[in-house]
C-alpha cells in the first residue's frame, strides 16, 4: 500500500466519505481499517468540534500492517477507553478501536493539538487473532 494522506474539516459527511476514500485507495476490502478511520474522525467531530481541520495519514508498518493516523489542533479531546454502559448511545469508538488494533496511542502535536495513531497488523495476523478469538471475517 502506497501512504496515503487527506487533509479535511471534520464533518459528520466526511465520515463515510473518507471510508470510501481510503477502500478506493487500498483497492481491498479492509473493513477493519476503514471502521479506525471513521472512529478516529468521528471522536475529532465528538470532542474538538465539528468543523474542525483533521489530517488522516495512512502508512505501512515495518511487519506489512497499517498505521492510521488522525491528527487534530484541538489540545481537548484526548482519547480515553472507557466501557459504555448499555444505555449509553456513545463511548464505544475506542473500544471498537482497541478490538481491531493491535496498539493505538496518542501523542502530542502538531502545534497544541494532537495525533491518534492505531496499527493494525497484517491481514494474515487480523484472520488468525479473529480465530483465535472464535470469530471468523470473510
Known sequence: MKPFRAELLALPK???ALRRAVRAHVGA??????LCVGELLANVI???GEGAPATLTLTRTADGG?????GDPGPRG?????RAAGGDEGGRGLALLDAVAG??????GPGAGKTVWAELPPPLDR????LD???SHQ
Open 29 to 34: 476490502p479492509c473493513d477493519d481499517l476503514q
Open 133 to 135: 478469538a472464535g470469530h
Open 66 to 70: 497499517t498505521r492510521v493516523e488522525v
Open 78 to 82: 484526548w482519547p480515553v477507553l472507557r
Open 14 to 16: 466526511e465520515v463515510s
Open 46 to 48: 465528538a470532542h474538538v
Open 103 to 108: 496498539r493505538w496511542g496518542v501523542r502530542a
Open 127 to 130: 484472520g488468525a487473532r479473529a
